[in-house]
């Protein structure tokens, strides 16, 4: 396994943002990802709007596609600030620094966990029925999300993927920030991204069609991609990779 120390991150820096929708961002994004083909990728999404940008990756490298299931802790009198995130597995990223500035007492916090620790776990159920588990053991694993704001959902995300030891974990996606991309290039063995603005503001700003993905878009793009990497690797040692 690599050790953990990031390479200088990439940013494209393309001229079409902001992007038509996240298939869209997918199509760009596996054009900056290519390089990663030989080494037998599996991408990972964050459900659910990093689904549909994995799909288009996976289709892209010939990559299987799986799930990483993560659910933002958001601050109880504001849930657009993020306190942290839980992910499957029961990695737990949270800043105390931003619980402290916002008041959240641990009951609080403890009462929050306990509700997005049973969002998590319905959501493993609803997945993985049409999606097992891929093996990312000794892989390269591509984690793909729609857009970054602050990096803890794919903090805790990454704790729960490194402990499952792979050999390399990627971080990609269509938007970060200045100030994100850099505290995670500390993180991942590497950051692509296609835009790394100063100011966010907020990631739906960077899609003309932001529509929210439903939990049923989410099943069926995954019961898809397993559907095509079995026709194309028809006759192949497939368990392997989708076990």
Known sequence: MTSNVAHSP?????????????????????????????ERPVVIALPRGG???????ARSLGAPLDVCIVRKLGVPTCPEVGLGAIAEGGQIEVSRDVARALSVSDAELAALIAVKRREVEERVRLYRRVAPQVEIADRTVLVVD???AT????????????AREPDKIVLATPVIPEDALERLSTSFDQVVCLVAPRELHSVGLWYRDFTQVSDEEVVGLLA????????EHAGEEVGRDLA
């Open 146 to 148: 729609d857009g970054i």
């Open 224 to 231: 898809s991609a397993r559907r095509h990497w079995a026709h």
């Open 51 to 57: 689904v549909p940008v994995g799909y288009e990756i």
């Open 10 to 38: 990439k940013v494209w820096g393309i001229e079409s943002a902001p992007f038509h929708d996240r298939r869209e961002a997918g199509v760009e994004l596996s054009r900056a990802l290519r390089e990663y083909t030989g």
């Open 151 to 162: 990096g803890g959902t794919v903090r805790a995300a990454l704790r729960a993927l490194r």
